[in-house]
């Protein structure tokens, strides 16, 4: 079974930047898609960002020109760059994985599409 663990969150003023990482083991690592959900207190989980097995990327449009999302399949990492952070990208970040798509499908983007997740990490934004 793949296991997730996420690291790299903190408190940090508008403005500034942090980078969240994602380690996982067991499972085919370069066969998932890879993606990043968040959860403000009394909001549903939202997608953010993804990156598929063959290097498809897809982002939430709150974030489009602020975050990037990167693989390093040797490490089995993945990786959240968060710049230009606003008070309201405060959230728990969840790291995730989907096994199940294939290299002509649409990048995955509802949490119930993907099978494993990880504890979280708590992202606060002050103002």
């Known amino acids: 079974q793949v296991q997730l663990v996420e690291s790299g969150g903190g408190l940090v003023q508008a403005g500034g930047s942090l980078r969240l990482s994602c380690a996982a083991s067991g499972g085919i690592f370069n066969r998932n898609t890879m993606g990043w959900f968040r959860q403000a207190p009394g909001k549903e989980r939202e997608f953010v960002a993804a990156?598929?097995?063959?290097?498809?990327?897809g982002y939430t449009e709150s974030v489009k020109g602020r975050f990037t999302i990167s693989r390093d399949n040797a490490r089995k990492t993945v990786s959240l760059e968060m710049n230009s952070l606003k008070p309201e990208d405060t959230a728990v970040y969840f790291c995730?994985?989907?096994?199940?798509?294939?290299?002509?499908?649409?990048?995955?983007?509802?949490?119930?599409?993907?099978?494993?997740w990880g504890q979280g990490t708590q992202v606060t934004v002050s103002s």
């Open positions: 995730a994985a989907d096994s199940r798509s294939i290299l002509t499908a649409p990048l995955r983007v509802r949490d119930d599409e993907y099978q494993f």
């Open positions: 990156i598929s097995r063959n290097g498809k990327i």
